[in-house]
């Protein structure tokens, strides 16, 4: 029984305390000039064009249906409601902050973290991984490193294009119905006049957690799958990871902030 | 070769070793496993002291018919298992002694033959065989890329193979897996028979070939066979013939 219910807190706990554990270890490897070797510089060029460039398809159109959702909305109900003030309060708290990072964070684990996922899980179990190690080639260094940081990166850039997309997309939308009748500049300029001085720490902020946890979420569950797992055993476990480390990490930095 | 800063093991080991290793005689050893006991629990390998010592210029076949076990012992030769009692060195250095950042930088002096996993699918033939010296090393990527095509040559493939390793035939793999442990002229050659089937027997006397070479510039190597006629064939100057039993490593002449 006391063996049953140790295994059990073991299991579930044993994840979020690697994570950390080696979030700190990329920091740590990340600030050493030689743990930059052409190999990681490589592989981080590599996941950065696959990221970004993979995820630009995804995050523009995401953003498109979202702003026009959103901004649309916002525009048209505040408007009828004679509150048309402060819908670039409304569009900064709802969208920028509290959607933007979800959204992105879902296609960067759909469209990136999954992909590396299977491919890590693949070098594991088939002894890859050791191969590489005989080499004197450490995978943490060489995939689980730059994939981190690129991930980080690639999330912050996602946003900026999502946050674009979106706010643009949703005033032409909204200018074509005739519920906006001012320039694009000044709805624009009403939005940053919105943005408050914590929202500039925050969004970026959110959007480097999420990125950073759901590279190294998604590279730690395919390096730590054991030579019995199958990829279907390992993508839904990779799944619920980076769908928890998203949410969490939205929740906690809201509150904290 | 110009070696990276934290890569070089002369640079990153503990004076205290460099002494060791520099004050040893000119012919010491390039592999020593001195009553070594392996964690049982962390390998295959029999519950027994094993004592081996390679010197430049040596090659010793090892018998096994047990690919995990011979997996295992290069494991071990490597320094990737952990020891209860007894030492295993390279080129002079404990492994044991070692941190990790260390270890990985000697490992890069290696050359191996892999029986299992021996390519990451994830990236095209060709980088896999350059990566240790990508990684290892400064030496401009031409330059790497001349020498593995050189060696790629001389085992009979027309060029690197730019393709995935699984869009390979077993042979042409074998072929690249001898470039892969070959480039960079490594101190040690780990060559695990496992992987050079009887399918693979025209490579033999190119494997000589490239052994011969690599022995004759100092480095030492350690056969695991398991078709041992195959090695036998094709006269491979072995210094040792040992076979690896439960009762550890005995020589050929002693059973």
Same mark, same amino acid.
């Given at each position: 029984m006391l063996a049953a219910i140790g295994r059990f807190t073991r299991e579930r706990v044993?994840?979020?305390?690697?994570?950390?554990?080696a979030g700190w270890g990329v920091i740590r490897e990340a600030i050493r000039p030689v743990s930059w070797r052409r190999t990681v510089r490589h592989e981080f060029n590599l996941t950065m064009r696959q990221t970004i460039l993979g995820g630009f398809g995804s995050t523009a159109v995401t953003a498109c249906l979202a702003g026009v959702g959103m901004v649309y909305e916002s525009l048209y109900w505040l408007g009828m409601a004679g509150e048309a003030q402060l819908t670039s309060t409304v569009l900064v708290t709802v969208l920028l902050r509290e959607l933007m990072p979800l959204l992105v964070g879902l296609i960067l684990l759909g469209r990136s973290g999954m992909l590396t996922l299977t491919e890590l899980t693949v070098l594991?179990?088939?002894?890859?991984?050791?191969?590489?190690?005989?080499?004197?080639?450490?995978?943490?260094?060489?995939?689980?490193?730059?994939?981190?940081?690129?991930f980080a990166i690639a999330s912050f850039t996602l946003g900026m294009i999502f946050a674009a997309f979106a706010l643009v997309f949703g005033y032409v939308v909204s200018n074509l119905l005739g519920s906006v009748h001012d320039s694009l500049g000044r709805f624009?300029?009403?939005?940053?006049?919105?943005?408050?001085?914590?929202?500039?720490?925050?969004?970026?902020?959110?959007?480097?957690?999420?990125?950073?946890?759901?590279?190294?979420?998604?590279?730690?569950?395919?390096?730590?799958?054991?030579?019995?797992d199958e990829l279907a055993s390992v993508m839904p476990r990779g799944f619920v990871h980076g769908i928890l480390s998203i949410m969490i990490t939205d929740i906690l930095l809201t509150v904290a902030s | 070769m110009v070696a990276e800063a934290a890569a070089q093991p002369d640079e990153a080991a503990h004076p205290a070793e460099r002494d060791r290793a520099t004050a040893a005689s000119p012919v010491a050893p390039v592999l020593e496993l001195e009553d070594a006991f392996p964690d049982f629990e962390a390998s295959s390998l029999p519950n027994a002291l094993l004592r081996l010592r390679l010197c430049p210029g040596e090659c010793v076949l090892i018998e096994t018919h047990d690919t995990e076990r011979a997996t295992a012992l290069a494991d071990l030769c490597s320094g990737m298992i952990p020891l209860i009692r007894g030492t295993v060195r390279f080129m002079g250095y404990d492994w044991s002694e070692l941190d990790q950042e260390r270890s990985l930088a000697l490992r890069g002096r290696i050359g191996r033959i892999h029986a299992r996993g021996a390519w990451a699918s994830l990236l095209r033939t060709h980088v896999n065989v350059m990566l240790p010296m990508l990684h290892?090393?400064?030496?401009?990527?031409?330059?790497?890329?001349?020498?593995?095509?050189?060696?790629?040559?001389q085992v009979g493939l027309p060029g690197l193979p730019l393709v995935r390793p699984d869009r390979l035939g077993e042979s042409d793999l074998v072929r690249a897996a001898c470039v892969r442990a070959f480039l960079g002229e490594p101190q040690l050659l780990l060559i695990?028979? +496992?992987?050079?089937?009887?399918?693979? *027997?025209?490579?033999?006397?190119?494997? !000589?070939? $490239?052994?011969? #070479? +690599?022995?004759?510039?100092?480095?030492? *190597?350690?056969?695991?066979?398991?078709? !041992?006629? $195959?090695?036998? #064939?094709?006269?491979?100057?072995?210094?040792?013939?040992?076979?690896?039993?439960?009762?550890?490593?005995?020589s050929m002449r002693d059973l």
């Open positions: 044993s994840f979020p305390l690697m994570l950390a554990a594991q179990t088939s002894g890859q991984a050791r191969t590489m190690l005989a080499q004197g080639i450490d995978p943490f260094l060489v995939f689980v490193l730059p994939r981190t940081l690129a624009l300029s009403h939005l940053v006049g919105a943005l408050a001085v914590r929202d500039y720490l925050i969004i970026p902020a959110k959007l480097l957690a999420i990125g950073y946890l759901v590279g190294l979420g998604s590279c730690l569950t395919g390096l730590t799958a054991s030579p019995d | 290892h090393t400064r030496e401009p990527v031409a330059s790497i890329a001349q020498s593995a095509l050189e060696l790629a040559q695990e028979g +496992a992987a050079i089937g009887a399918e693979s *027997a025209e490579l033999m006397p190119v494997l !000589l070939d $490239l052994l011969l #070479r +690599a022995l004759d510039r100092g480095a030492a *190597a350690v056969c695991f066979a398991r078709d !041992l006629p $195959l090695w036998r #064939r094709q006269h491979f100057p072995m210094s040792q013939r040992l076979i690896l039993l439960e009762d550890g490593l005995k």
